[in-house]
């Protein structure tokens, strides 16, 4: 562990002298697809709990999920409402899954960087139902073959001996602890400016917008976020289609795609039937075929108008795109005052890489409207999604260290929703928090600075 050492967990007392938070959180998060793992290794570091909270990104890597693991995972949650222990091969498979990327990155690592060094780790899901236990068949005679169920999270910490936090929801908790509604997404936390009005564009498999109105530290009221349709998952399903599996990256698409012909009358019917201003697209959207059904009607129809693959991937990239303007346009209007004007749209995630996209978005968008990537602000665009994992994570550790009821998982039940499965050092870890609290529970980080290496 890289903190300070302590002796036993008992909780210090306010006399005890108040330490430094220096803590190594690794955040890993998988998209609706599962087709890869984001993981980004933060250091955070912090004064005074009432302090600026400092932050610095050290590596971000994607690794690439196995298309035979991913399929069987994804076959399993489509069977699992017909076969109430699909879901305890679930967890097994993505605590494999998600240690075997912990294993793979830290192994990327040059100098490689040992396990120990790192205290925390932040997984997410975002595919997986937030259901907390599967639903197991009764049986007359209980047997020693029978499954039993050990939560994905749970077989992380296991295999890794981290202490292991899980988090479904992307938002914080409320600034006002009285307030019981949720609190800010932690976009508003990284990316918010004092003098400029900002919105964050988020492309990963769905496309998540968020403004982000200016001022100090953090907004003390939840800004708009929310998913607003297809991200890169169209765009991937369409390039699977054309080049016959052997691709499906939309950031790397070559000159032969993106010179080809938009059918514009497919793009406005498309979008005509699929408003997703009101109809918000599923987080189990790859589970439940909502994107490869819809997009794979709409190769249907290029295919019955004779156009070719470069024609059909660049109409789907531009049903992407238009999408991505009309949701900008609509959430702009309702939620941003008319005194104010949007200074910055920030865009980040795998469909930023996308110049077919990026400039769409330039052409279409005011000209006072800067557009710029998320690395300008020294937050890795790639990364953002793991960035906010270990953010999550870190605070879920502030919050419930100091309390012996947390949301703890012992070894065959717990909930996810925020949960905390034990690692090895986690007496160590919790001294260290309560010690630079002194002992109580710390209160929501209200600044974060973004340091660069």
């Known amino acids: 562990m890289e903190m300070a050492a302590s002796s036993k967990s008992a909780a210090p007392s306010a006399r005890e002298t108040r330490e430094s938070l220096n803590l190594l959180v690794l955040g890993m998060c998988s998209g609706a697809a599962l087709d890869s793992i984001t993981c ?26 196995p298309l035979q693991l991913r399929t069987q995972i994804l076959n399993l949650l489509r069977d699992h409402p017909r076969n109430p222990t699909a879901m305890i091969r679930v967890h097994k498979l993505l605590g494999y899954m998600h240690s075997t990327a912990f294993d793979c990155f830290c192994n990327n690592s040059k100098p490689q960087r040992p396990l120990d060094s790192i205290d925390l780790l932040a997984v997410r899901a975002d595919s997986i139902p937030p259901s907390v236990t599967p639903a197991m068949a009764p049986t007359q005679i209980s047997t020693e073959a029978e499954p039993t169920f050990t939560s994905w999270p749970a077989v992380i910490a296991s295999k890794t001996g981290i202490t292991t936090t899980s988090n479904v929801s992307v938002t914080r908790r409320p600034v006002n602890e009285d307030n019981p509604t949720a609190g800010p997404p932690v976009d508003s936390l990284l990316i918010r400016h004092p003098k400029k009005f900002r919105v964050c564009m988020t492309i990963t498999d769905l496309l998540n917008i968020t403004i982000v109105p200016p001022g100090e530290g953090v907004a003390t009221t939840a800004p708009p976020s929310s998913i ?87 109409t789907i990239t531009r049903i992407t795109a238009e999408n991505m303007v009309r949701q900008y346009n609509r959430l702009v209007a309702a939620h941003c005052p008319p005194d104010h004007e949007i200074d910055e749209l920030l865009i980040c995630g795998p469909g930023a890489r996308n110049m077919d996209i990026v400039e769409y978005l330039e052409e279409k968008l005011p000209d006072k409207v800067i557009t710029r990537p998320l690395d300008d602000i020294g937050i890795p665009g790639d990364a953002k999604e793991a960035v906010c994992c270990a953010h999550l994570g870190l605070e879920t550790i502030l919050k419930f260290a100091a309390k012996e009821d947390g949301p703890f998982e012992n070894d065959q039940q717990g909930k996810l929703m925020g949960s905390i499965v034990k690692g090895k050092h986690w007496d160590t870890l919790r001294d260290h928090v309560m010690r630079h609290s002194s002992g109580i529970e710390a209160s929501a980080v209200q600044r974060v600075i973004v340091e660069r290496q």
Do not use: W
Request: proline share 4%; charged share 20%.
């Open 40 to 65: 980004a290794l933060v250091r955070y570091r912090q004064q005074s709990p009432d302090g600026p909270l400092r932050m610095l990104i050290i590596k971000h890597e994607e690794v690439p999920v």
């Open 228 to 314: 607003c349709g297809p991200g890169t998952m169209f765009i991937e399903y369409a390039l699977r289609y054309a080049t016959s599996n052997h691709r499906s990256n939309n950031h790397s698409i070559d000159a032969f795609y993106s010179q080809g012909t938009v059918n514009q009358s497919i793009v406005d019917l498309f979008l005509e039937q699929n408003d997703y201003s009101i109809r918000v697209p599923s987080l189990r959207i790859a589970t439940e075929m909502f994107g490869q059904h819809e997009v794979q009607s709409v190769i249907d129809e290029c295919l019955f108008l004779g156009m070719d693959d470069k024609d059909t991937v660049a």
